[in-house]
């Protein structure tokens, strides 16, 4: 199917299914209740899963591939939203243009970055693109090239969004006082529909599935590339590209290639987000969001297919859950304890939830590091192996059966 075997078709299938049901399977808990705060069916969040999930597949091209670490790759997200809305401000609020042209760019600024950056390996090239990403979030910040040319290209630190007064020569004058908004040749992104089956409400909403939508197109195209011979080029250069060299193939065009889609991937998931909510600030292009992706990687499982988009799950899920959880809530879900025992409680569990999420995802990452390094993925495989080993069958004195040696 669509190139595949059955095997990363059935992968496929049950990401699409995923997707396709995320708002029900994301609201497990009925409205109101005491759980009902770990849902996470709610538009914005369920955008994010699946933005952020394109942007730890595309990072995990280069660094699961190749074995290159990019400490910068925020900043081609970031290029990829400015780019997204300025198309929105001088052509159209269609989503569609917005989208093509922050790939375009994304990829043009990731090629001169790779290609200067690809000098170096190891720890040098990750220093590198951090400091490329530093020096392009402080440009952003303080809109230096909007100065010099007397206007305004970043925003600045107020960062930019559409307005009445802009051009958008495609679209047809907007009413004063009226907001310009994303859509998809007329259906706007923030449309949803709301169905309640007792004490559940579930939202669909059209920004989520074509936003979902993108992501299981480049889902697809990861598993192309994985499965691809330059997918196999990729992960030799990571197995030792010394005795790459030695063998007479130059390993700089592959790794800048990886480089660049990685960015293209990055640059697709700026200009969604920028869909989905439009306004660009330079905060997207600090370090903390090029760790960001790195973490959700590392916790998915770097260099499987279906582990960035689990990780990157996992932690917006931490972002966006836990640190809405504050003293209040805890003092309702405890209060069924004595005074002097919830008070105990209230304060232990207080220090991993709201502000001190952190602490959560630090400790879970730490977990991984040094339990399961291959992240969920090979949580998922232990857990399969121990359940496949309870069931082989035993000899009839039952001791367990003899395997051919090797």
Do not use: C
Not at 88 to 108: E, H, Y
Not at 135 to 142: C, E, G
Not at 144 to 168: A, N
Not at 223 to 230: L, Q, T
């Amino acid at each position: 199917m669509f190139g595949l075997n059955k095997q990363d078709t059935t992968l496929l299938i049950v990401v699409a299914i995923l997707a396709l049901f995320a708002p029900f399977i994301l609201n497990p808990f009925p409205e109101g209740s005491a759980m009902a705060q770990f849902n996470a069916g709610y538009p914005d969040l369920m955008q994010r899963f699946v933005i952020f999930g394109i942007f730890a597949i595309g990072f995990n091209i280069l660094f699961g591939l190749t074995g290159y670490l990019s400490f910068g790759h925020a900043a081609f997200l970031g290029v990829g939203s400015y780019a997204a809305i300025w198309m929105m401000k001088l052509l159209t609020m269609n989503v569609i243009p917005a989208i093509i042209i922050s790939v375009i760019v994304a990829g043009l600024i990731s090629f001169l970055v790779g290609w200067i950056s690809l000098r170096r390996s190891g720890i040098y090239f990750s220093i590198l693109t951090l400091a490329f990403a530093m020096m392009m979030y402080q440009l952003a910040y303080s809109d230096l090239f909007g100065q010099l040319f007397g206007g305004v290209l970043t925003g600045g630190e107020t960062g930019l969004q559409p307005k009445v007064s802009d051009p958008r020569i495609l679209d047809a004058a907007l009413a004063e006082g009226a907001t310009p908004k994303a859509h998809l040749f007329g259906l706007e992104m923030g449309a949803s529909h709301k169905m309640n089956v007792g004490a559940w409400s579930f939202t669909f909403n059209a920004g989520y599935y074509i936003a979902a939508a993108a992501m299981l197109a480049a889902f697809y195209l990861s598993i192309r590339i994985f499965r691809s011979p330059f997918g196999m080029m990729l992960r030799s250069v990571k197995s030792n590209q010394h005795r790459l060299n030695y063998t007479g193939l130059n390993p700089k065009p592959y790794t800048l290639a990886a480089f660049v889609i990685s960015g293209m991937y990055a640059g697709l998931a700026g200009g969604l987000l920028v869909a989905m909510d439009t306004q660009v600030g330079a905060e997207r292009m600090f370090w903390t969001a090029s760790g960001e992706v790195v973490i959700m990687t590392i916790l998915g499982g770097a260099g499987t297919l279906i582990g960035p988009v689990l990780g990157s799950g996992l932690l917006k899920y931490m972002e966006n859950i836990l640190s809405k959880i504050n003293k209040s809530v805890l003092e309702s879900w405890f209060s069924f304890m004595p005074d002097g025992l919830s008070d105990f409680f209230i304060a232990i569990t207080n220090l991993f939830v709201g502000k001190q999420w952190h602490i959560t995802t630090g400790v879970i990452f730490m977990l991984v590091i040094i339990f399961v390094p291959g992240g969920l993925v090979e949580l998922g495989k232990r857990i399969g192996a121990r359940f496949s080993r309870k069931k082989e069958p035993n000899n009839t004195d039952g001791s367990a059966k003899a395997e051919p040696a090797e």
